[in-house]
C-alpha cells in the first residue's frame, strides 16, 4: 500500500511536467537561452572562431549596407563574460571563412569593400598569433571567394563552397564554386581535392572523426527567394578517400542565412549546430543541430529573438550566439545568447516537410 502511495505521489508531480509541450519539457529542464553581456561592436556578416576557450568575432557589418564591413576583432571571455578587442584584420571583411588548427587562427578570403565598385571577394589569406596579438599573410588561395567554409582535419584545412563576387549587384556574383581546396600550413601550398556535388553558400560546418561535415542554407547568392535554391540533406567529405557524399536528412527548416555560418567552432558530441537564419517568412528562432551519427536533424529551444546572419560559436560547454542581424528591426543585434549543451537540446523535431506544413 505504501508503494502504490509513493508511486501515486511521483505520477501527479511528474503530470504537469509531461503534460507541457515538448519545448516547455526542454526548458523546465534547464537548456533555455540565458543573456550575456551585450557585444561592444554590433556586427553580422561575421566570422567566429573559438580558441582556448574564448570566441572571436572577426569583422562583420555594423550598418544597414552590407557592402561595407570592418576590420574590427572582438574577442569574449565566457567565464568572465566580459569582451575585449583584439589586433584589427588586415583588411575590412565580411563572410570570410576561419579555421581553428593546432591552437591558430586561419582566415581565408572574405568579401571586403571596394570603393566605386561595391563588395568583392578577395583571395587573401592570413593567420593570427594570438600570443603576439597580430596577423601575418599566408599564401594567396586560387581563388577569389567568399561565403564557403573552411575546417581544419589532421594537419591540414579543407576550404570549399562560396562564390566570387565583384560587386554589390545579383549578376557581380561571377561564380559559385564546388572546387575544394586542401591548405597544407606546414608548406604553404594548396592542393585541389575532390569538387562538391553541389554549390553552396551560408554554410554550418565542421569537422567530426576526421571528416568534413556541411549543412548549406542556399545553392545560389541571389535577392530573388525563390532562385536562392533552398538546400535539404547534409554533405560529408572523406579526406582518406577524397569522396563527397549526400546525407538524406530533411531540415527541421529550410533557411538559408545560418548565424552559426562562417564559423569555426560549431560542432561538439557528434551535434553540428545550425541556428537562427533567414526563412521564406523572415528570420528564424528555431535552434537544431545535426546529429551526426544518427544522421538526422533535431529541434532545441527556440531563440529569444528571430535574427540571421553570423555568429555563433560553441565555448566552455555553452554555444554562444552574438552578433547577427535582427528580425523585424534591421539593425545589427546587440544582445548575446547563451546555451547550455551539458542540458538536454531538446526532443526530435517533425520533418521539414511537416514542419512547413504546420
Partial sequence: MRRLLVLLSLSLLLAPLASRPAAAQADAMGSEWQRRAAIPYHVYGHASATIQGKIHILGGCHTEDWQKPSTKHQVYNPAADAWAAAADLPLDLGWAMPAVLDGNLYLFGGGFHKPGV?????????????????????????DKRMNGFAVAVGNAIYISLGYNRQGGRDNDVLQEYVSTYRYDPGDGRYARVADSPETGCYIA??????????????????????????????????????????????????????????SASVVRDARLYVIGGRTRAGRTRVTSYFDIEARRFVRGPDLPEGRCCGGGAIAS?????????LRGVGRPAEEVWRLSLDAACGPEHPTAMDFEAS
Fill in 118 to 142: 561595391g563588395q568583392c571577394a578577395t583571395d587573401e589569406a592570413w593567420v593570427y598569433d594570438r600570443e603576439a596579438d597580430s596577423w601575418s599573410r599566408l599564401p594567396t588561395m586560387p
Fill in 205 to 262: 560546418a565542421g569537422a567530426h572523426s576526421g571528416k568534413v561535415y556541411a549543412v548549406i542554407g542556399s545553392h545560389h547568392e541571389t535577392s530573388d527567394m525563390d532562385a536562392w535554391g533552398l538546400a535539404d540533406d547534409a554533405l560529408v567529405y572523406d579526406p582518406v578517400s577524397d569522396c563527397w557524399s549526400r546525407i538524406p536528412a530533411p531540415r527541421i527548416e529550410k533557411r538559408v542565412y545560418y548565424l552559426t555560418q562562417c
Fill in 317 to 325: 560547454s555553452a554555444l554562444i550566439i552574438a552578433g547577427g542581424f
